[in-house]
Every structure is written in structure tokens, then in C-alpha cells.
């Protein structure tokens, strides 16, 4: 019998099931076993315990949760309950803030990191956006707070834009605007992985031509890229205050007043695909190895 049972729900497309199978058997060397396809979508909670798939979750030692793309808002409603009882990586609470980029933009603004200048405005505050704009040069970025992989960023060059704008988030449920200034710089950006406090790598996408976005699900390009020392100690601070064990910290280089700016702090970034290794994008074993260890410190700390 192993000393300590985990759950796991990672990624299975990509390459994600290989990366499973290895963080497994390194699991099992170390006298950890493991219950795989956890998905909280499909848990129920009944007389103070959440079974999934015939688990009693909180008799878990640790659930490890890293799958973006199939999220549901009933399964991250769980995932918070969950967190009261049983250690998780990432943790709720630096996950849920990291989510949210106004809350995370304005944590790491008041802890000294450089972001875009951002404005945060009640829905009906048109007065608000309209000086915004005039302020920052005409060029501001529409962000949903919630998302990822580039979905719903506008950019707005000028009040015609804004003016389409305005009536489809008055047809939604959202009650506030949220915009950052467009920062010029020359469509590339820095991904830097960190796991556990621990430099794991650096790469960047390179937005399309005619376009501004970079995220690879909007149809930018991976590069090979090697951080400075400058990059790699602005991605650990971004990370240690946002208290997420593994993250994604998204940089670019702005042109015009010659400074890294913090994008976002991402609380799954995704392992290399079997494609973007055979680019030379070489990450995946070392962050494996930092994972593994991450969840067995975490066993341990549990158990003194």
C-alpha cells in the first residue's frame, strides 16, 4: 500500500496524457499513488463530503487540478469547497485571484511590479472610458476579466469603436469595464515558467502579421527565447505574490518607456506539445521533476 494517495485531472489533449503518465510514475517511485480523471464536473456533495467518481475527495491526501480548458463554473464551485479541507495545487485562493486580471493587475501593481496602466469603471461610467481613451493616446485594450487564450480583447483607437462596443457589454451580465493602455512594443511577448518558486523556462509567441494578439490560440508563433536575469526575478516575485505554486507569468517589452510589463499571471500554463518540442522547446522533464516535488513537499508538510 502506497503511503499517500492523490487525485489528479490534467489535460489530455497535446500531449497532456504523456505528461500524466510520467508525473505518475515518478509518483509511484516515491511511494505516492495516484487516481487520475478527477473531474469535479462530475462530483456530487452530499452529507458533508464530495464524491467523484466513487472518491470520497476531502480522504485524499492532495488533488493536483490542471486542465484550463474544460473548466466549468460548477466544477470550480467545488474546487473552493474542496480547498477547506485537503491541500490542492494551485491553491483557490491564488488561482481564483490569478483569474481575475484587474485583481491580479492591481495586487501586483501595489506590491511595486510594472503593468499596463489599467482603469476599472462601472458599465454605465461611458464618461470614464471616454477620457481614458483621450488621456491614453486613443489606444486602450478592452479586457474581460475572466478568460484566456486572448478571447474577447478589443482594442478601441477611437470613440466610434468604444460606441460599438458599449451596447454588447450592456447586453451581458457584466457590470464593470475594464481597459489598459495599449503598450507599444514590437508584438512579442515572454512566457516564464516557474514552479515552486523555481525558474523552469522561457519562451514567447510572436503575434501574426496585421495583428497584435500573440496567444497561440489566436494564431501567434512560438519563439525560442533565453530570459535575463531581470525576467526571470520579475516572474518569481510575480508569482510568490499572487501565492500560486506553478505559474505563468506573460511579459512584453515596452518600446516606449524602455521597461518589462507584467500581462498576466497564468495559474495553468501549459506544458510544451509534441509539436513545439520538435521545435526545440525542451521544458517539459524539468518541469515534470519540479511538479513531483512539489507534491511531495506538500505531502510532507501535510503529514508533520
Known sequence: MSTYEIGLWIYQNGGG????NSIIAQLQERDISAITELNLRNATATNGAI???GIRMEELDLFFSY????????????????DRY?????????FSLTEDKFKTAHLLQRN???????????????HTLRRILKEWGGKIIYKPTEGWGGMG???????????MLIPFIKHTDLRHFYVERFIDYDNTDFRVDIVDGEYISCYGRQAPAGDWKTNITSGGKLLLREPTDELVALAKKAAKLTGLDIAGVDMIYDQ??????????NGIPAFAT?????????FNTKKINAIVNLIEKKLNEKNK
Open 112 to 126: 511595486g511590479i510594472i503593468t499596463p496602466e489599467y482603469e476599472l469603471c462601472h458599465r454605465n461610467d461611458v
Open 17 to 20: 496524457d504523456v505528461i500524466q
Open 274 to 282: 509534441p509539436e513545439q518540442e520538435q521545435l526545440g522547446l525542451d
Open 67 to 82: 486542465n484550463a480548458g474544460q473548466q466549468t463554473q460548477y466544477q470550480l464551485y467545488l474546487y473552493e469547497a474542496l
Open 86 to 94: 485537503i491541500p490542492i495545487i494551485n491553491n483557490y485562493t491564488a
Open 256 to 265: 516606449e518607456r524602455e521597461q518589462y510589463v507584467v500581462l498576466e499571471v
Open 153 to 163: 480583447l478589443v482594442k478601441i483607437e477611437n470613440d466610434a469603436a468604444l460606441d
Open 51 to 53: 464524491y467523484c467518481d
